[in-house]
């Protein structure tokens, strides 16, 4: 079975307001996270990524919080806007092959 | 910088016929590719990885010979489905992995493939 997963499959939110998307991961030996999004009928677009050596790490509008006790990554999206309505999937990589395993994805989408 | 890109972005082809999707990194060299496969409404699954020179390592339950990848040079990987059945149909996408600075991965754009 995957070992990243979601907590939430869709997401709905107002243009302004801050969006959060959960994955929780059950392997304590990876040590890079990603964070993509994906639109349709389109490939992965990197976000951010983070690893296992931090708990924190802030982009242009973007957060992504790692909490390793409880094997749970978050990203986090300022004042969205409806451009960022898409897919956003989690990856995670335990440093030993370079293989992504990616979560189930959150259908995020941003109403005006 | 680290463009990868994939061609055909869209392809229908008739059950029996093989297809082959090609994949180019563009402005770095891509020692290792990643070929994904993708449901709609599902996530990318990984089927293999290939390694320029080397063969290609699937993932468990990918077929070897239905799935054909070729990475012959540090700019070009192929991914041909043979013998192509409906159930074939999918999204395929491959991704390079990126050595130096910056983000680890660069993906394609993807390829519809649609069997008839």
């Known amino acids: 079975g995957e070992s990243v997963g979601l907590h939430l499959p869709t997401l709905s939110v107002q243009e302004g307001d801050n969006s959060i998307i959960n994955c929780a991961y059950s392997n304590s030996a990876s040590d890079y996270f990603i964070w993509y999004k994906q639109e349709s009928g389109k490939g992965p677009q990197f976000i951010i990524d983070?690893?296992?050596?931090?708990d924190k790490r802030q982009g242009q509008r973007v957060t992504v919080l790692l909490n390793k006790t409880v094997k749970h990554l978050s990203l986090q999206i300022a004042a969205t806007q409806p451009g960022d309505s898409a897919v956003y999937f989690c990856?995670?990589?335990?440093?030993?092959?370079?293989?992504?395993?990616f979560g189930k994805g959150t259908l995020l989408t941003v109403n005006p | 910088g680290a463009v990868v890109s994939q061609h055909p972005s869209r392809v229908i082809c008739k059950s029996g016929t093989s297809v082959k999707i090609e994949c180019r990194s563009l402005d770095f060299q891509a020692t290792t590719m990643f070929w994904y496969r993708q449901f709609p409404k599902k996530s990318l699954m990984l089927m293999a990885t290939?390694?320029?020179?080397?063969?290609?390592?699937?993932e468990q339950g990918v077929e070897k010979d239905k799935f054909l990848i070729n990475h012959a040079s540090l700019t070009l990987s192929t991914l041909t489905v043979t013998s192509a059945h409906p159930e074939d149909s999918s999204f395929y996408i491959c991704?390079?992995?990126?050595?130096?600075?910056?983000?680890?991965?660069?993906f394609g754009s993807g390829t519809r493939l649609t069997v008839v």
């Open positions: 991704s390079a992995r990126i050595t130096g600075v910056g983000y680890g991965y660069t």
């Open positions: 290939s390694n320029e020179g080397s063969k290609a390592t699937y």
């Open positions: 990856a995670e990589n335990t440093g030993s092959n370079y293989k992504l395993t």
């Open positions: 983070i690893r296992s050596n931090m």
